[in-house]
């Protein structure tokens, strides 16, 4: 069985080289019969009159043309318009009955011949033809595309790999194990499935893999379908939903009849919220073909016969927006979380993405992955090949732990910006602002610590950068935890007002995160005596602390919003007034260290933390 996708290069390959066939062979029949050579045409009259004169040698006598040749002068030399003067020549022919006897009377040698240009016109004209229909095949072949196009809306445009185009084994797929153990159930389906059918047993018609972007969704469904042996069809969601009503909807059916062609085969829809979004929940009213695109996929997923073999996969990062019809029994029947890989699955996907990379003796996977805390393993990847560039920019054979540290910084931080020249002042500013989040950040503790402190700028915005990593993986924040982290966003802020005398804009984003932090404690987590244990807000990720908030409109009025705001308020300024006493109680130590940090522009943790048990130890000393 041959590659239908082969045969379709070969016939492009073969039809290309055809059309450029014609095109070339037209041009040498049009070459040949219009070029300008070393004929020249002449009025008859003319032609006549040369006779007349003797100049004429010979003639060839057609059914509308009479081809010649001169005379070639015998004696003297030709006169300069004469040597360039062609020899040959044509007329259109007229009836003349004297011409015959002309041409006797003087000497020409004549002969009749029959007029053959009807066979170039006929070539030309054959040629320009078969050039047309190729011309308009391709054009068609355009607007209807590989997938659909404009002339077969109706087509689905799900992209189709062979069993043996699928290479992704679940051995590539680190740090979801448990993700693996779910859907190890589905290969065995495809692989066996009468084992199931002799029990009575019914195989998930769909199955949803939910998690975080970026945590290995796509490469889970591919290595179901590798590990299996059967073709996968793949798609997104997005790719169903045009501006014409029926379009998405035929789409469905047009996938699902390919699909059943094939089995046993793996469907997958990624981006499924895309298209299964809850029905009518929007203020504006409904997107009718959108609608009209979702129902024909519940009657599609609920119609195929049990066991048919065709297992339908899909992927979301946002669960909770799709319509309660599609994750009931019948259709996607499991949920599988792909979550952010713990610490040991985070060094599997490392030492994976390691397997085509030289590194040097000194990179310590333990350690790595010990500080990519949160990471997604699409996030895990791209930092081994940033340490690998950094590597070869600098004509390295293998990537050190240096190069996978100032990867790791550009991934968080952003590229350096030396171009970017800070005034003396602004150095200084930016040194005691970082240095305020650190100092703060050590002292109260808390779930991360503190691993560089910088005054080097660094991607679109950033001035200085102080970088924290958990202490290990917590899914949990208590509330003295969350009120460290307050505090120590706000100690750049305060460091500015208490060591230089007033504060600058470059507090902004600190105070962002700071009052959608507070917020979230407030009308969340119930961290407020006043408001009480209730929750008054939606769920969505905000910030950095893992947790999770939506304001997408106030929920509360009156008393009770002004008693929102006035605990915001309150929180963070409490916050403030403990970020204020950490920093006053060190004021030696804060202008020690940031001295030292103007001087080298950047500190690691354990430098910091040294220096700070310095400089407190000599404070005590001195008391």
């Known amino acids: 069985m041959t590659d239908p996708r082969t045969d379709d290069r070969r016939d492009r390959r073969a039809r290309s080289w055809l059309a450029a066939l014609t095109v070339l062979l037209g041009a040498i029949v049009l070459l040949a019969e219009f070029a300008p050579g070393a004929t020249a045409v002449l009025p008859y009259s003319e032609f006549r009159a040369r006779v007349v004169a003797g100049r004429v040698a010979s003639v060839t006598i057609g059914d509308r043309m009479i081809r010649g040749r001169y005379r070639r002068p015998t004696t003297g030399a030709p006169a300069p318009t004469a040597a360039r003067a062609p020899l040959d020549f044509e007329v259109v022919r007229v009836a003349d009955p004297q011409l ?33 229909l190729l011309v308009g095949r391709w054009l068609v072949q355009r607007l209807q595309g590989p997938s659909g196009g404009v002339l077969s809306f109706g087509k689905s ?28 159930e589905v290969v065995e389906f495809l692989r066996d499935a009468e084992r199931f059918k002799r029990v009575g047993a019914r195989i998930p018609r769909g199955v949803l893999l939910v998690g975080p972007p970026g945590t290995g969704k796509t490469l889970l469904a591919k290595a ?23 379009v998405g909807a035929a789409r469905v059916r047009d996938l699902f009849e390919g699909a059943q062609a094939q089995a046993p085969c793996i469907v997958f829809i990624d981006e499924l919220d895309a298209l299964g979004r809850t029905r009518g929940g929007s203020a504006m009213g409904s997107n009718e073909e959108r609608e009209q695109t979702l129902n024909q996929l519940l009657v599609e997923m609920d119609g195929f016969a ?138 109260l503790g808390g779930a991360s610590r503190v691993t560089k402190v910088s005054i080097v700028p660094r991607g679109l915005g950033a001035l200085g950068y102080t970088l924290k990593r958990p202490t290990e993986d917590r899914y949990l924040l208590t509330e003295s935890e969350l009120r460290a982290q307050l505090a ?7 460091a500015e ?32 005596e006043k408001i009480g244990a209730i929750s008054l807000g939606r769920g969505r990720q905000i910030g950095d602390w893992g947790m999770m908030s939506e304001h997408g409109g106030s929920e509360h009025g009156g008393d009770l919003a002004d008693l929102v705001d006035s605990e915001i308020r309150l929180l963070v300024s409490s916050a403030e007034a403990v970020a204020r006493k950490v920093l006053e109680d060190r004021g030696a130590a804060v202008h020690s260290i940031a001295a030292t940090l103007l001087e080298r522009e950047h500190l690691d943790g354990a430098e910091l933390r040294a220096m700070l048990e310095t400089a407190m130890r000599g404070d005590a000393e001195k008391t």
Do not use: C
Request: aromatic letters at 4%; proline letters at 2%.
């Open 224 to 246: 179901v379908a590798g590990e299996a042996g059967v073709p996968f069809i793949s798609l997104s969601g997005s790719e169903f939903v045009e501006m014409f009503v029926g």
């Open 100 to 132: 015959v006897a002309l041409l006797g009377e003087k000497g020409v040698t004549f002969e009749g011949a029959a007029d053959t240009r009807w066979l170039s016109w006929s070539l030309t004209a054959g040629l320009s033809l078969l050039a047309a």
């Open 497 to 528: 007002a208490l060591f230089l005398g007033e504060v600058s804009t470059g507090a902004a984003s600190d105070l962002s995160q700071a009052t959608e932090m507070a917020r979230a404690m407030v009308v969340e987590f119930g961290m407020s």
């Open 157 to 184: 445009r799900g992209k189709v790999a062979g069993e043996k185009d699928v290479t992704v084994r679940f051995d590539d797929v680190a740090g979801v194990d448990e993700a693996k153990r779910e859907l190890l």
């Open 488 to 494: 120590s966003l706000l100690g750049g802020r305060v």
């Open 306 to 443: 049990t066991n048919n073999g065709v297992i339908v996969l899909a992927a979301t990062n946002r669960p909770e927006i799709l319509d309660a019809a599609l994750l009931r029994p019948g259709r996607f029947d499991r949920q599988v979380l792909v979550d952010r890989p713990d610490r040991s699955g985070r060094l599997a996907i490392l030492r994976v993405h390691s397997r085509t990379v030289s590194l040097a003796p000194d990179v310590d996977m333990e350690t790595l992955a010990a500080e990519t805390t949160g990471y997604a393993g699409a996030d895990l990847a791209n930092l081994i090949n940033e340490g690998a560039l950094l590597a070869a920019r600098r004509g390295a054979s293998a990537a050190t732990g240096a190069d996978l540290q100032e990867a790791m910084e550009r991934v968080a931080a952003g590229l350096e910006r030396r171009s970017r020249v800070l005034t003396p002042d602004e150095r200084r500013r930016v040194a005691y602002h970082e240095l305020g989040h650190a100092l703060v950040g050590e002292v």
